[in-house]
C-alpha cells in the first residue's frame, strides 16, 4: 500500500471547475483504477487502464476523464460535468499476482 | 451482467464469538478472490485471499472458504475482537474486464 500516493487529502471544487486528483505508484505495476465511494457505500469503478497510454471506462465514466502517459501515473480529472462529485476517491493498482492494492484516497468536497 | 452479491450488510457480534461473511459471484471463469477490510476515513486494505486451485485458506483468526460449483466464497473470523469493527468487502475477477467486481459491504461491529 506504501507504494500507492494519492493527492491531495482533501480537494475543494467550485461549481463549474475542473479539478484533477493525483494517483502516482512506484511498484510497477501496469494495471491502475480509479474508485469513487460514497458514504456508506461499496466502491464503484470510474476508468482502469491495463497499460500506458490505453484506458477503459468502468461503470461510472460519465463527468471524469483520465490519462495515462507514464506507467506511474494514472491522474483523474472531475469535470464540470460531473453535477454530483462529493465522494471519496480511491487510486488501486495491480501487479501480475491481481492482487489490487489501494491508495490513501482523496475526499472531494463541493464548495 | 456479472455482479457479486455479499451478505449480510450489517453483522453485530458480542467479542470472543465468531463472524461470517458469504459472497456469491455469477462468472464461473473467475478464479480470484480477495477480502478487504476498511476502517472509517482509511483505504481498503486487503487482509486475505484465496485463488481457484484452493478450497480454504487460514491466517491466524481469519479464513477464507471457496466452493466453485456453488460459485459462493465466505469469510469466517473466529475470536473477535473489538477491533475487527470495520467495513468487510468481497471481490472477484472477471476475465472479461480484466479487473475485480466488488461486493457491497458488510459493516461488522463487535461489542466488548
Known amino acids: 500500500d506504501g507504494g500507492i500516493t494519492q493527492s491531495p487529502k482533501y480537494l475543494f471544487r467550485k461549481e463549474g471547475q475542473n479539478v484533477t486528483l493525483s494517483c502516482e505508484q512506484n511498484?510497477?505495476?501496469?494495471?491502475m483504477y480509479w474508485y469513487r465511494q460514497d458514504p456508506g457505500q461499496g466502491l464503484r469503478l470510474i476508468y482502469y487502464?491495463?497499460?500506458?497510454?490505453?484506458?477503459q471506462k468502468g461503470d461510472i465514466a460519465e463527468g471524469y476523464s483520465v490519462s495515462r502517459e507514464k506507467k506511474e501515473s494514472f491522474p483523474l480529472t472531475v469535470t464540470s460535468a460531473q453535477k454530483n462529485p462529493t465522494a471519496f476517491y480511491l487510486c488501486a493498482s495491480t501487479g501480475v499476482a491481481e492482487t489490487q492494492y489501494f491508495g490513501p484516497g482523496t475526499r472531494l468536497l463541493v464548495l | 451482467g456479472e455482479n457479486v452479491e455479499q451478505h449480510p450488510s450489517t453483522l453485530s457480534v458480542q467479542e470472543g464469538d465468531s463472524a461470517v461473511i458469504k459472497c456469491t459471484y455469477s462468472d464461473s471463469a473467475s478464479n480470484y478472490f480477495p477480502w478487504y477490510k476498511q476502517e472509517l476515513g482509511k483505504r481498503p486494505q486487503l487482509i486475505i485471499d484465496i485463488r481457484s486451485n484452493v478450497g480454504e485458506k487460514k491466517d491466524q483468526r481469519i479464513a477464507v472458504t471457496l466452493n466453485k460449483t456453488a460459485k459462493h466464497f465466505s469469510l469466517h473470523i473466529t475470536e473477535t475482537q473489538p477491533e475487527d469493527s470495520a467495513v468487510y468487502f468481497c471481490a472477484a475477477t472477471y476475465r472479461s474486464q480484466g479487473n475485480l467486481i466488488f461486493g457491497k459491504g458488510t459493516k461488522l461491529s463487535v461489542k466488548p
Open positions: 487502464s491495463q497499460i500506458v497510454n490505453d484506458f
Open positions: 511498484l510497477n505495476h501496469d494495471a
